[in-house]
């Protein structure tokens, strides 16, 4: 294998499969990226098992092969190198030979015929987003994840196809997070990709219009970017029917502007950090919301004006999970809905129907 | 205690007291900022005994007094207030009213007369130095300050006044870094500041032409700015006789770019990593200099353009002590100067006697 590239087009094809390798993997060679040298391009794979990511690196090649190197050492190598042609051929010994200008680096590599092959994906039932949009998404619904391992289905993202419609939804038992999008597709999907795989994916689209197609097999996703290709195992099982956690009704429609919400919450959980409890109470009034929360360190109370229909109530929040939501919407005014100070709080964004968090309350001893 | 204040006025005092808290404090009130609010002005105080840092805020003081609170939490609170004026007032029960347009905490304080004084400091022994000149040379010679404890004085960094030059001198048994400036004063003073406080002064310093009067006693030393003094703790002990490491003559001299030589280095140092011993060799020859590195991983070798004066050499380095000491350089072009591969390598800029630094080689096994 010879071949010759330039640095910065081989260092853009590294950032992007490096990103397979979690180093959770015992085998060494999945610490590696394979390289193919065939036609005028290079094939870069890496793969932790659950995912894997391909993509292509023009370069001019002289002898074709296939090699595998650790990705960690050959990234720093690569990026440490002058911004110039690099060219990289095999030598004697197992040795990469990496020649840069006046540097010259022989690096140990790995047989390429250890390396896992790629699942076979039949392309058949394929769906097609814009990168931007499914990016917004993920973003929008990953922070909802379980973090507990305990059940192990809720640390993947809900990746719905009903209804043309495309609904992303995570959720950990204390809160919920949905988004949506319209779909000009008649297909009814129903998978859950591991949530740590799809925050991999997010960082690899980008934020433009082109379209990303998403392929789905029993066992994989597999989402196909002009040169990349990323191929995520599916968590087995039966995600939880969210439609039931979410109340068909509200006895109270509170308007905000989300900014004020968010910093009145961040500084009275200065005060609920005490114990870790994070502990806020919301008294909704007719035209304001009064937040307090004390601890051994103080007390606090904040006030903002809101817009109140229907009866005003008591209600008590973990600020964590109301800060994660308000944090990762978009629009400025955004409305809570609410029943009792006992049961979920359903939080949108005014005008948009496809973005739809829902928050348990702390039931308070009284 | 009754004061309004502008909250940005009140922040920056904050932050640059914040800096003498360090943690390593058992008293809870060290833990804690002193307020003196008098006449028009907040006295702000923050001290771990080894250093303790005094400034002046702007305000409109309603009643004078004084307390201590908690910094971290002041600290947090006073952050996430909206960009406002904020009044701060005792109540009742040791507690602290801090309000901000719709924002009120009632924080816990604790008393000020627990609150260690400041040392008295006569200042008669006073040299001037500008802020950016100092900032400048801490900067240049604080990488060089032992990190193991076991000789408590090399922690420091020499303050030397003598032969009107002010030198600032730090050395770990590897390597030594001088930096110096002329100083239009008779005095001889010779004192260790330990590293750590001098770091936290050098980030209170602004790269600004103004000057900070730096006034000496036995025990301390005080650093007096505008609005603000910091006054720290000096090392007890004798400081080495750092004259006698540098030697006297050098039998080649090897002019090379510093961007060059610390890039090549840097590579050549990704194959010295394994077992971390970072050991390159250098090759010192008539018009190049060739670096070598060797381990598990594989091998590199770098060559660079130089002018060598002198016989050329071969000899050995951890690359760490020569990277911090390149890192550190302001000017492109760089004299490195060598007698053996064995004798101490002196690295001084071209053209500039205000910077020297000095390390050793590595003995290599033959």
């Given at each position: 294998m010879i071949f010759t590239c330039e640095k910065q087009k081989i260092l853009e094809g590294i950032s992007i499969v490096q990103?397979?390798?979690?180093?959770?993997?015992?085998?060494?060679?999945?610490e590696g990226i394979y390289i193919k040298a065939k036609g005028s391009t290079l094939t870069l794979i890496a793969s932790d098992m659950d995912v894997s990511i391909q993509t292509l690196v023009d370069a001019t090649v002289i002898e074709e092969g296939s090699i595998v190197i650790d990705a960690k050492i050959f990234g720093e190598i690569i990026r440490k190198l002058p911004n110039s042609s690099i060219k990289i051929e095999i030598i004697e010994n197992q040795l990469l030979k990496i020649t840069c200008e006046k540097s010259v680096f022989d690096v140990v590599y790995m047989n390429s015929n250890e390396f896992p092959e790629l699942p076979q994906i039949n392309e058949q039932l394929k769906i097609s987003v814009n990168q931007n949009i499914l990016k917004n998404m993920i973003k929008g619904t990953?922070?909802?994840?379980?973090?507990?391992?305990?059940?192990?289905?809720?640390?993947g993202i809900l990746f719905e196809v009903q209804n043309k419609t495309l609904n992303l939804v995570a959720l950990d038992g204390y809160r919920l997070a949905i988004k949506s999008e319209f779909l000009d597709n008649d297909m009814d999907i129903d998978v859950v990709i591991p949530g740590k795989t799809l925050i991999e994916v997010s960082k690899i689209l980008?934020?433009?219009d082109e379209i990303v197609d998403i392929t789905f097999t029993n066992n994989h996703i597999l989402f196909n970017l002009e040169k990349t290709k990323i191929i995520s195992r599916l968590l087995e099982g039966k995600f939880i029917n969210y439609n039931s956690l979410?109340?068909?009704?509200?006895?109270l429609f509170v308007n905000v502007n989300r900014q004020e919400l968010q910093n009145a919450i961040e500084r009275a959980s200065l005060m609920a950090k005490d114990g870790n409890t994070n502990l806020i109470r919301l008294d909704i009034q007719q035209d304001n919301l009064i937040i307090t929360s004390n601890s051994q360190l103080g007390k606090v109370r904040e006030e903002i004006s809101i817009k109140l229909q229907g009866e005003g109530i008591q209600i008590a929040f973990n600020s964590k999970y109301l800060l994660d939501v308000l944090k990762n919407m978009e629009q400025n005014e955004v409305v809570m809905k609410m029943t009792s100070g006992i049961s979920p709080c359903v939080i949108e964004e005014e005008n948009n129907e496809n973005a739809k968090y829902l928050v348990l309350p702390v039931r308070l001893m009284r």
């Open positions: 990103k397979a390798i979690t180093g959770k993997s015992t085998m060494p060679i999945l990953s922070f909802a994840i379980a973090q507990e391992e305990t059940r192990p289905i809720l640390q980008e934020d433009i979410l109340p068909q009704e509200h006895k």
